[in-house]
């Protein structure tokens, strides 16, 4: 049974920082894409950043690039999403994710079938 943990979230000022981390467990795939994905309150669940396992190439979405890092220490299985500089607009749930691909483009939330619970990340100005 797969398992995702999300941690980390909170509240903090515009121009402050977190890092959330996500524990992964019970799955064996050999090729693994994890991505950070959020859900704003009125709006769809969007991509942020994705890591493919193997290889640690990154993708990110344009609104967090040079200001967000996706990572992962595959001795813990876990995934990391270090977010500098945050704006009120990152305001909402932070989700990982994870699904078997060889490739790991940002792509639409229904293509990943495991997630976790979500951790909330508010941003006040």
């Known amino acids: 049974q797969v398992q995702l943990v999300e941690s980390g979230g909170g509240s903090v000022q515009a121009g402050g920082s977190l890092r959330l981390s996500c524990a992964a467990s019970g799955y064996t795939y050999s090729r693994n894409c994890m991505g950070w994905f959020r859900q704003a309150p009125g709006k769809e669940r969007e991509g942020v950043a994705t890591?493919?396992?193997?290889?640690?190439?990154?993708y990110y979405a344009d609104s967090v690039k040079g200001r967000f890092t996706v990572s992962r220490d595959n001795a813990k299985n876990t995934l990391y999403l270090q977010m500098n500089s945050l704006k009120p607009e990152d305001t909402a749930m932070y989700y990982c994710?994870?699904?078997?691909?060889?490739?790991?483009?940002?792509?639409?939330?229904?293509?990943?079938?495991?997630w976790g619970q979500g951790t909330q990340v508010t941003v006040s100005s």
């Open positions: 890591i493919y396992t193997n290889s640690g190439t990154t």
């Open positions: 994710a994870v699904r078997s691909a060889v490739y790991c483009y940002i792509t639409s939330p229904t293509n990943f079938p495991y």
